[in-house]
């Protein structure tokens, strides 16, 4: 799946997948040994997530109503929590594109 920042026109990840099951969320990207650059997950629906058990950081994205941007975090490192209360799903990216990208709170994502 690609993930566009409609708002700034750039792409956070060319090759996203889909977590929306139980297992698949509750796995995550336990067991990964990173994200390479396009790469992306997507949880849903999704208002928490952590990275225990992880060995790398991620850049975060949180997704409210009308797929606009409700809060981002530029590199959860391992061994952390990050919420946000009436967000419908998260994309989770490669420590560097939400600066790449410049993606903010208030942006508008298209899934495709």
């Known amino acids: 799946?690609?993930?566009v920042n409609l708002t700034?026109?750039?792409?956070l990840a060319?090759?996203?997948?889909v977590a929306d099951g139980f297992w698949s969320r509750?796995?995550?990207l336990l067991g990964t040994r990173g994200?390479?650059?396009g790469e992306g997950l997507v949880i849903r629906p999704?208002?928490?997530?952590?990275t225990f058990g992880m060995n790398y950081p991620i850049d975060v994205v949180f997704?409210?109503?009308a797929d606009r941007v409700a809060k981002t975090i530029i590199g959860l490192r391992p061994g952390r929590m990050a919420m946000c209360r009436g967000s419908l799903y998260v994309v989770e990216?490669?420590?560097?594109t939400l600066v790449r990208t410049g993606t903010m709170a208030g942006d508008r994502l298209c899934l495709g």
């Open 35 to 37: 994200l390479a650059d």
């Open 14 to 17: 060319g090759d996203a997948r």
């Open 46 to 50: 999704c208002e928490s997530i952590h």
């Open 1 to 3: 799946m690609e993930i």
């Open 93 to 96: 990216l490669p420590v560097g």
């Open 8 to 11: 700034t026109g750039r792409t």
């Open 26 to 28: 509750l796995k995550g």
């Open 63 to 65: 997704v409210a109503a």
